[in-house]
């Protein structure tokens, strides 16, 4: 029988050989040695994906690579979350995000990799898709319990519509409920603070990064 760490060994190649097939079946095999699955999501999984987004950083990978390692990733997870239900427990979530695309912006290619990573890197994600307005992002956050909401824009003029979103929270009195962050190819940091958003990420990695960082502000 494998080792605790032939198996966390196992789990890692898994991410970094972009093979969903052996994260499902080495997460399998840590549940049958018995490992506690939350360990076994940080050891075996947690910290290879986070050595993916740093080469992806220093462009030794590419999109589809980070794609396929995320993929991978939550084949993985899903048998680790499985074993939790059954035995009648849940993993902890690091947070909850509502993440779209602003509303008039049918961009979702990026969206839906940030989607992924933050999902892989233990939060729970409802995405709502393309063109969301206003009014729907935040009547989404009430209704999961959100921590956090994400809006991606791809287009100069729909950024406007992140602005929006953050002007209604403020209108609501809301504006200290929700951790705001923002992205999308024409977005910059400069924009973020000028719109009053809690951060901005350039890309997936950098939006799990950011979020990990801050946990202490939604985790009381
Ligand atoms: Co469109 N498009 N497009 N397009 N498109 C761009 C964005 C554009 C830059 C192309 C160009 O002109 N050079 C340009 C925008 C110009 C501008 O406003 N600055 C443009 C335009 C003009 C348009 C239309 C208006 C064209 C037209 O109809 N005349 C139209 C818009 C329709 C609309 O939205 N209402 C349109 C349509 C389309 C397609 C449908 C054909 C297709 C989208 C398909 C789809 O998404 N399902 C498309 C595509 C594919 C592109 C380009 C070529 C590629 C976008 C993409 O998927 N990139 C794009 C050119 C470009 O970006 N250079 C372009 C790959 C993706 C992984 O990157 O989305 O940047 P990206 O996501 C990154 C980061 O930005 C970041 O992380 C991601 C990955 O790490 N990120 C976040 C994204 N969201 C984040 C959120 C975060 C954090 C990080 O926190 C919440």
Redesign the pocket.
Known sequence: MATTDQIYAKMQASIEEYDGDAAAAAAQEAIAAGIDPAEALEKGFAQPIREVGEA?HRMEIF?PQ??MASEAMKAGVAVLEAAMAASGGKLEKKGVVV?G?VE???????????GS?LQAGGYEVHDLG??VSPPRFIQAAADAKADII??????????LAQRDVLELLRNKGQDNKYFT???????TQEWADQIGAS?????????VRLLDEHQGEWKK
């Not at 994400?150 to 950024?159: E, Q, R």
């Not at 962050?181 to 977005?187: F, K, N, S």
């Open positions: 992806f999109l980070l794609v993440l695309t008039g912006d049918i961009h979702d290619i990026g969206k839906t990799i940030v990573m393309i063109e994400a809006m991606s824009a791809l287009l100069s003029t729909t950024m962050i923002i992205g999308g190819a024409p977005v951060a901005y990420a350039a890309d997936a990695p950098e939006a």
